[in-house]
């Protein structure tokens, strides 16, 4: 497991590696379209291919690291493309252009014009030579004042164009700026799930290659255990060999038939008579689709270093339990056989150890 995990991290680094500065779209639908063509067929061949699929298991979790890589490095550039725009958008207000000519300066002007224009008329018959050069004058004032009164309605229009215009624009990239606000959250978001995904493939092909190669083992090698002759007549062998709790070894256990996953078994003594209870889980093989077996069991001990004691399991199904002093002070053989019951494990031999 530790060399598949190591194998499976060289991919993801060589694929994160050799993908740095590369942002386009075109670059990671490049490597979409490679990790499909090697991924193409793969769960349908891994049950028939063999060990033989492993590199090509290795070269998709390879592809899927390049395009996922590229992918998310894509989504987090735009979105800091997507960011820069909108604190330009945020950083600049339109403004309407300063109104030069006041609505105090367009009375003034059209006040001295209407001022003027009533002066000339008062000299208009007048001969003598000194007012008409006055009435002159005054005529040029009066066109000066009247092409100022013209640029002023002018500009007066232009201010309240360019202000309404101003106005339309500026709601324009207020709107602008928030949607190119929620458009940087969601592309944030997506490069974060993205980068989920791919660790999600890359955990993928990690347990493909595994299951393959679990399927193509050889075998395990089956223990042929020697159960220690059983001596029925041999008397005086003391209680506290059968009297405890007793469990399954979690490491090189010795058992026949149906593996133990765990097993413990309590006796109690009282004046002779045994009580006791054994609840064990074991590894389904064979028709069995129930791991677990309960039962409980009593009977007077004999004179034999053999005890025999009839049991009942919590299914009601009933059966034999025998209880063998093991080689060792602490180790007891305990072998079961119940009435068949469809499912069900109905039989057990193994040793145990003295808690």
């Keep these: 497991m530790k060399l598949s995990r190591m194998r499976f991290a060289g991919i993801w680094i060589w694929g994160a590696a050799g993908l740095i500065g590369q942002t386009s779209r075109e670059a990671y639908r490049q490597d979409y379209d490679a990790w499909r063509e090697v991924h193409a067929n793969l769960e349908r061949d891994a049950g028939s291919g063999g060990a033989t699929l492993i590199p090509q298991v290795d070269r998709a979790a390879a592809r899927v690291a390049a395009f996922g890589t590229n992918r998310a490095a894509y989504a987090k550039a735009a979105a800091q493309t997507a960011a820069?725009?909108?604190?330009?958008?945020?950083?600049?207000?339109?403004?309407?252009?300063?109104?030069?000519?006041?609505?105090?300066?367009?009375?003034?002007?059209?006040?001295?014009?209407?001022?003027?224009?009533?002066?000339?008329?008062?000299?208009?018959?007048?001969?003598?030579?000194?007012?008409?050069?006055?009435?002159q004058s005054l005529?040029?004032?009066?066109?000066?004042?009247?092409?100022?009164?013209?640029?002023?309605e002018a500009r007066q229009k232009a201010v309240a164009a360019t202000t309404a215009a101003a106005s339309a624009l500026e709601q324009v990239r207020v709107r602008a700026a928030e949607t190119i606000g929620a458009e940087t959250s969601?592309?944030?978001?997506?490069?974060?799930?993205l980068e989920k995904e791919t660790a999600a493939w890359a955990a993928y092909y990690e347990g493909l290659a595994k299951?393959?190669?679990?399927?193509?083992?050889?075998?395990?090698?089956v223990e042929v255990t020697t159960v220690v002759p059983r001596n029925d007549s041999a008397p005086g062998v003391p209680r506290a060999r059968y009297v405890g709790a007793w469990t399954y070894p979690v490491s090189n256990g010795i058992y026949h038939g149906?593996?133990?996953?765990?097993?413990?078994?309590?006796?109690?003594?009282?004046?002779?008579h045994a009580d006791g209870t054994l609840f064990?889980?074991?590894?389904?093989?064979?028709?069995?689709?129930?791991?677990?077996v309960r039962f409980d069991f009593q009977g007077d001990f004999a004179?034999?270093?053999?005890?025999?004691?009839?049991?009942?399991?919590?299914?009601?199904?009933?059966?034999?339990?025998?209880?063998?002093?093991?080689?060792?002070?602490?180790l007891l053989e305990v072998n079961f056989v119940t009435d068949p019951r469809q499912g069900k494990i109905n039989v057990g031999n193994f040793i145990l150890v003295k808690k």
């Design 84 to 135: 820069q725009q909108r604190q330009a958008l945020q950083a600049t207000t339109t403004r309407p252009s300063a109104n030069l000519a006041p609505a105090t300066l367009s009375d003034l002007v059209k006040s001295d014009l209407q001022t003027v224009t009533k002066t000339i008329t008062r000299f208009a018959d007048d001969k003598d030579r000194g007012i008409q050069q006055l009435r």
């Design 139 to 152: 005529e040029r004032e009066r066109d000066a004042l009247g092409a100022l009164n013209d640029s002023i």
């Design 186 to 193: 969601a592309l944030s978001q997506n490069s974060v799930q």
């Design 211 to 221: 299951a393959i190669q679990i399927a193509n083992a050889p075998p395990p090698r």
């Design 258 to 272: 149906a593996q133990p996953e765990f097993v413990d078994v309590v006796v109690h003594e009282t004046n002779g």
């Design 280 to 292: 064990a889980r074991f590894k389904l093989s064979g028709g069995a689709t129930d791991p677990l």
């Design 303 to 330: 004179a034999a270093p053999l005890q025999r004691f009839p049991l009942m399991t919590s299914e009601g199904t009933g059966g034999t339990i025998e209880l063998i002093p093991g080689p060792a002070f602490n």
